[in-house]
């Protein structure tokens, strides 16, 4: 992060953020989970297939139905004006 960026945020007298709206973002609690293990490469993409989403021997988690992890609604980033 460059200084001018930390200013931004650590400079008492920056009046850039003032009347700005609160941004309040909500962790996502899964209903259940569900540790399922497979014994090859083959069964996992085998498994990958019938769900219909991409899985890797680095895939630590996934939602079902599909759910980016980039966050939003199906992935798309939102913002409303409430004005």
């Known amino acids: ?3 001018e960026q930390k200013d ?3 400079n008492e007298n920056n009046h850039e953020w ?3 709206p609160e941004f309040v973002q ?3 609690e899964p209903f259940s989970i569900i540790k399922v293990r497979f014994e090859t490469e083959e069964d996992l993409q085998d498994f990958a297939k019938i769900i219909g989403q991409k899985l ?3 895939t630590k988690s996934i939602w079902h139905p599909y759910k980016s992890h980039w966050g939003g ?3 798309k980033l939102r913002w409303f004006d409430e004005s």
């Open 56 to 58: 890797t021997n680095k």
């Open 73 to 75: 609604l199906n992935g």
């Open 8 to 10: 931004l945020f650590q």
């Open 18 to 20: 003032e009347d700005m």
């Open 1 to 3: 992060m460059s200084e």
């Open 26 to 28: 909500e962790k996502q």
